[in-house]
């Protein structure tokens, strides 16, 4: 697990007010788990997303980050990890570490947490805002995320952060027995959030949720990338 008690420095009070108002707004849009929503109090937002948005760092809204990526929802954040509760003896694989933020909170929960970037300054900006928060717990990669990370697999949770046309079968190779995996499926424009859970050898996928909207997950087993 990562730091204990509140993370941030003199610099994060001036949010505090802000971070509990979001708080209490995620909590009213259906996300009651005091156990999850207590990590959020934990982690300021604003130290993970570029200086020039700061002042939207606490809205219930998607935040864009450069390269064409956003920082998600911390709503839907809050929603992943309410199905996923990821425990701290678990390891967790991230697909698309982006800003860091639901990094963070993954690694205040897990024992270990172990994130995929395939923008490289991304995962430069996250590093520095991880460490800078005492996060000791957290390995980063450059790389393709539909491939995973094999060599520290098996993960008895994955989290992907970024659309793919199905479920990469890296990803699902990489997932432990019993394990779980949120993941959005379907079209660049359109997708839904599908929970595939593995156990006793068999997998199983159920719809958590219709009509989300996610950054397309780019690499071998997902969509192509485009030539420069």
Known sequence: MGPQGVVGGGEAFRFVGARRRLIEEIRRKGIPDLEVLQFFDRVPRHEFLPEGVWNRSYEDAPVPIGYGQTASQPSLQAYYLSVLKPRSDESV???????????????????????????????????????AQGFSNVALLVGDGSIGWRKYAPFPVVVVSAAAPSVPPALLDQLADPGRMLIPVGSPDRQELMLVEKEAGVTRERLVQEACSFVPLLGRFAWEVEDP
């Open 93 to 131: 694989l991230e697909i698309g570490t982006g800003s860091g933020y639901l990094t963070a909170l993954l690694a205040l929960m897990a024992d270990r947490v172990y994130s995929v970037e395939r923008v490289r300054e991304l995962s430069q900006r996250a590093r520095q805002a991880l460490d």
